[in-house]
T-cell receptor, first 113, second 114 residues
């Protein structure tokens, strides 16, 4: 079965709203997590990452929250823009040199103006 | 500073032919990972390689699929005797291999088997 999963396959928001995309992971040994954005016909693009010694990390307009107690990860996008429309994946792995990432199925974010 | 380069971008093969997908990692990256993505699906791990070594091939089908990362040149994912079910997007990622993360993906090869 899937090691990493997402709660909702689709999310529709209005331009300017804040978006929250959720992810649940099952491997309690995972200690490194990444959010990727994938636009149609393109490869996954790195957004932000977080290690298990943190519970929050902020980037430009994005924030990742990690709750290890319930094995939950979320990506918050502030002031969502039409260009944010894409499929978002969370990925996990063990924080060891060169281990492979395991991906969930993705959430499709649609932003209407 | 070129990223991960994959070629070809699109590949059409008839059933029974061989498909060869190439991946050149980012400069300074010595670790390569191959993933397969079916339409409307997430990325499924296939194989992880370092130069001249296969580290983890637990996601690779036992038959018809093979991968290599020679000392010189790109990593190659080979699919022999392709079938329609092999049609998918194949992505390659590379990383430095240390604990800095740094996984970077290429744009993928879209394989269509007719």
């Amino acid at each position: 079965g899937e090691s990493v999963g997402l709660h909702l396959p689709t999310l529709s928001v209005q331009e300017g709203d804040n978006s929250i995309i959720n992810c649940a992971y099952s491997n309690s040994a995972s200690d490194y997590f990444i959010w990727y954005k994938q636009e149609s016909g393109k490869g996954p693009q790195f957004i932000i990452d977080i290690r298990s010694n943190m519970d929050k990390r902020q980037g430009q307009r994005v924030t990742v929250l990690l709750n290890k107690t319930v094995k939950h990860l979320s990506l918050q996008i502030a002031a969502t823009q039409p260009g944010d429309s894409a499929v978002y994946f969370c990925a996990e792995n063990l924080d060891q040199a060169g281990t492979a990432l395991i991906f969930g199925k993705g959430t499709t974010l649609s932003v209407s103006s | 500073n070129a990223g991960v380069m994959q070629n070809p971008r699109h590949l059409v093969r008839r059933r029974g032919q061989e498909a060869r997908l190439r991946c050149s990692p980012m400069k300074g990256h010595s670790h390569v990972y191959w993933y397969r993505q079916l339409p409307e699906e997430g990325l499924k791990f296939m194989v992880y390689l370092q130069k001249e070594n296969i580290i983890d091939e637990s996601g690779m089908p036992k038959e018809r699929f093979s991968a290599e990362f020679p000392k010189e040149g790109p990593s190659i994912l080979r699919i022999q005797q392709v079938v329609r079910g092999d049609s998918a997007a194949y992505f390659c990622a590379s990383s430095p291999g240390d604990r800095s993360g740094g996984y970077t993906f290429g744009s993928g090869t879209r394989l269509t088997v007719v």
